[in-house]
């Protein structure tokens, strides 16, 4: 195990490196100039001139990728081109929002998703199997930002449980932090547990048809005991896989959902930061995306060996 | 039961949701309000975004300001000039503070002054001709030039463009093509630094040793006196979501209301809906005069006859309510309102006109590069109402989109259409803009110094001088009456009409909110019974 993990952290250097070339690249040879964002309607060619001066963007592209990788490596991620603050106080300020959805959300996701999919394949073709089905394919159909309307109109115009937006960090109001972070989780949560609950059902349909179920059933233990000591657990490492892949999904679902609820968090920052063209900002956390995405897919192959003595590394 | 429950969920989640939420001493009045965008650059003087200049409005204050009357009148200095018009003597009021403690001084005002010097075009203007600005005691300092500028105290006093805001000498000594990096100023509310999230939360604190002048608040001038102890500007980039939190109380104010989600509010107790900046906006279209087809006067003036400005407005705002078929390029409800040579655009019945100004033409068909950005919902309109409009009359519009960002790059290249240039964009003003003919930078006309578009236009550099040394308001006034026959003649931009935006807020607890061409948050107190 410890030489796996050495040898996937090492993978994961070429990766990001790849993944900073080419964003540095791509943005560079997007059109668009923050000098004319910072500067506005009415500045003169001059002006511009000297405001890229003073940024930095008129040196050539490689003095440029050179300085941010040398800086980087030292740990300083540059300073936001249009706020002026330091990327790396940008991102962390920004972060935690994001964490905390992403988190419940999954929690959230796992704990509704895996119950139903359980259900549905030990129900195969009754109406709770119907049921699951239907809500996965509506899960999976209706856009983010609807569900995310319909929570809304529902829980905090009509019934006035939840607020409709905005975030409290929980170390300064825990209940106000509780409070807000319900309906953008359940928003964010919905195309997550309809595809883990999809993916469980048809897993443990799979593994309720080995022999060894047959035998388990045969030796007169419980549907219970089959089901979740012999059955789930073998049927896990599909569903794991389907959680790390569905990160992504995840990552992109929170930029709409933070826009919904007025979250200040990654995926709005991302979203501004690419319209007005912050370059430092976007590479960083594009840089910290991938990094992540890297970690979680480490992280879910680590648990296959937990979830299945067969596989070792 | 369920009523029981709900009883109980608003009970158990707002308690700790009120409890916390809100981490500010206890009875303290906080307006929290939404502006049309998010606060990301802090300078006033580096860039001309308007919430950069709202946020300034807040902290800095000015030497003198515009009243609703568009009359300049002392706001932190008296004023005088000499018969002869060259000397202006500034006398600052007794009192005036930093929000650092600080005693505001006429070194500061000099240093404010000069760096604003440096990157407003009235600013430029009046440096042209400064033989000197100095102080001319502990409180007073004197502006020399060495002709007689009469536009000086209006350009001053202007709040569109780069509005000229105090600060103090060590922040205001910063080159003015690098960003100041501290918001402390002498206006009405002071800059929380540690509060400040870019792009999201900006918080303003009253400033209790502000000094309020004796005259009413007018506008941007008179007393700024604040009767709540913060304001939080929170950013929504989603309209619907900023309506529900309106709706719900959980907002008080919301600066600009889409005006398709307008019905959203109009039934809703306790919330109303105005226009507060009645003077409103325009839109307007701008061609490449360097190239063809539109480096010709015939084919511009067949374009701007193909257009009208009913169906562009109708396609933006939808409501007749919100919108006005204006021909005056220095806008509607502006002392400068002339309407003459605009027929075409208001009735729409250029149509015939343009084909046959088109065919006499030398035009060859080439397609013309219209520019349309897909991003920004009160510019998406106006290129297709446009590209149709031309398309009518026989020219060949080739539509591209593109985000906003994509298009400010590309409308500063002097290239060929073809080869990444471009040949007509459109874009929006406040009208207080535009409605001067110094600050409107469309009229411009220094060829390739002058804005996008880049029009020589030497008749035209001669009534802005002309406008610009003229002694009496009449003369001014006529100026302008030629500039507008002018522009329609020679369209140096096509003026489309004026809009406005209504604001929305919890009337409710809110009261004192006011007019003006931007949100102004002094005068207004907030009840929350």
């Known amino acids: ?313 | 039961m369920n009523a029981n429950l709900n009883t109980l969920g608003r009970g158990s989640l707002y308690a700790g949701l009120m409890a916390g939420a809100l981490a500010m001493p206890a009875g303290a009045q906080t307006i929290t309000a939404v502006m049309h965008s998010g606060l990301r650059v802090l300078d006033p003087v580096i860039t001309t975004a308007h919430i950069t200049r709202d946020n300034a409005s807040m902290i800095f204050d000015t030497l003198v300001s515009l009243n609703s009357d568009f009359e300049v009148v002392p706001q932190m200095a008296e004023y005088e000039v000499s018969e002869d018009g060259l000397t202006y003597t500034f006398t600052l009021r007794d009192g005036l503070t930093w929000h650092d403690g600080g005693e505001v001084t006429p070194a500061d005002c000099i240093a404010s002054m000069k760096r604003w010097m440096e990157r407003d075009g009235g600013g430029q203007m009046i440096a042209d001709k400064m033989e000197s600005l100095e102080a001319t005691g502990d409180n007073s300092f004197e502006l020399v030039l060495t002709e007689p500028f009469p536009y000086t105290l209006t350009a001053m006093a202007k709040v569109s463009g780069l509005a000229l805001f105090m600060m103090p000498e060590r922040i205001a000594s910063t080159p003015s093509d690098q960003a100041i990096e501290e918001l402390i100023g002498s206006g009405p509310f002071k800059f929380v630094q540690e509060e400040f999230q870019p792009g999201v939360r900006v918080v303003f604190e009253k400033f209790e040793d502000y000094v309020v002048t004796p005259e009413p608040a007018d506008w941007f001038s008179g007393a700024k006196e604040v009767l709540v102890d913060r304001v939080e500007w929170v950013t929504m980039p989603d309209a619907q979501t900023a309506i529900n939190a309106l709706v719900n109380g959980e907002i008080d104010y919301m600066e600009s209301v889409p005006v398709d989600l307008l019905p959203l509010l109009e039934t809703v107790e306790g919330v109303e809906t105005q226009v507060l900046n009645d003077l409103g906006s325009v839109t307007i279209g701008r061609m490449n005069f360097l190239h063809p087809p539109f480096d010709d006067p015939q084919i511009r003036r067949a374009a701007m006859m193909a257009l009208n400005q009913e169906d562009v407005l109708t396609a933006l705002i939808g409501n007749p309510e919100y919108y006005q078929v204006c021909g005056a390029i220095f806008g509607c409800g502006t002392p400068y309102e002339f309407t003459d040579g605009s027929e075409t655009l208001t009735t729409g019945d250029g149509v015939e006109q343009a084909t046959q100004l088109l065919e006499e033409s030398d035009y060859d068909g080439t397609p013309i590069v219209l520019m349309q950005p897909t991003d920004v919902v009160t510019l998406t309109a106006q290129p297709i109402v446009a590209a149709q409009a031309l398309r009518n009359v026989g020219f060949n519009v080739d539509m591209q989109p593109m985000d906003w960002q994509t298009l400010v790059t590309r409308r500063a290249s002097q290239a060929a259409p073809s080869d990444g240039g471009w040949n007509i964009f459109f874009t929006n003003w406040v009208v207080p803009e535009v409605s001067n003919p110094l600050a409107n930078v469309m009229l411009n006309g220094r060829g390739d110094e002058a804005w996008f578009g880049w029009p020589t236009d030497e008749e035209m550099n001669q009534m802005l001088a002309d406008f610009g040394a003229a002694e009496d308001e009449e003369t001014r006034k006529s100026l302008a009456e030629q500039m507008q026959a002018h522009v329609m003649e020679n369209v140096n931009y096509v003026h489309l009409g004026q809009y406005f935006s209504p604001a929305a807020w919890r009337s409710d607890v809110l009261s004192g909110v006011e007019t003006a061409p931007f949100p102004v948050f002094w005068g207004v107190s907030k009840d929350e019974g």
């Open chain 1, 1 to 313: 195990m410890p030489i796996f993990l050495v040898r996937r952290f090492l993978a994961a250097i070429p990766v990001l490196l790849t993944v900073a070339v080419f964003v540095f690249l791509l943005l560079r040879l997007t059109p668009g100039d923050p000098a004319a964002i910072i500067a506005g309607d009415m500045a003169t060619p001059e002006q511009l001139e000297r405001i890229r001066a003073t940024l930095g963007l008129d040196q050539p592209i490689i003095v440029q990728f050179g300085t941010w990788i040398v800086d980087i490596l030292r740990g300083d991620f540059g300073t936001s081109l249009i706020s002026r603050q330091p990327v790396l106080n940008l991102v962390t300020d920004r972060m935690w929002p994001t964490i905390w959805i992403g988190l419940i959300t999954i929690a959230l996701s796992v704990i509704i998703a895996v119950p139903m999919g359980v259900l549905a394949a030990w129900k195969q073709g009754s109406w709770i199997d119907h049921l699951v089905m239907t809500f996965s394919v509506l899960g999976f159909s209706v856009p983010v930002f609807v569900t995310g309307y319909l929570l809304i109109t529902l829980f905090a115009l009509d019934l006035q449980l939840f607020p409709v937006q905005g975030y409290t960090p929980p170390s300064q109001d825990f209940g106000s932090f509780a409070a807000r972070v319900v309906l953008p989780s359940f928003t964010l949560a919905s195309i997550y547990i309809a595809l883990i609950a999809r993916m469980t059902r048809a897993s443990l349909l799979n593994v309720l048809g080995e022999d060894y179920v047959r035998t388990a059933r045969a030796k007169g233990l419980t549907e219970r005991r089959v089901l979740f000591r012999h059955a789930l657990r073998n049927a896990a490492v599909p569903v794991m896989t389907v959680i790390g892949t569905g990160f992504a999904l995840l990552i992109s679902g929170v930029v709409v959902t933070e826009s919904v609820f007025n979250i200040p968090g990654l995926g709005r920052l991302t979203v501004d930061s690419i319209f007005a063209r912050d370059y430092p900002v976007i590479q960083a956390l594009i840089l910290l995306t991938a990094g992540i995405y890297v970690l979680v897919n480490l992280l879910i192959d680590i648990s296959y060996s937990f979830l299945d003595p067969r596989i070792r590394y």
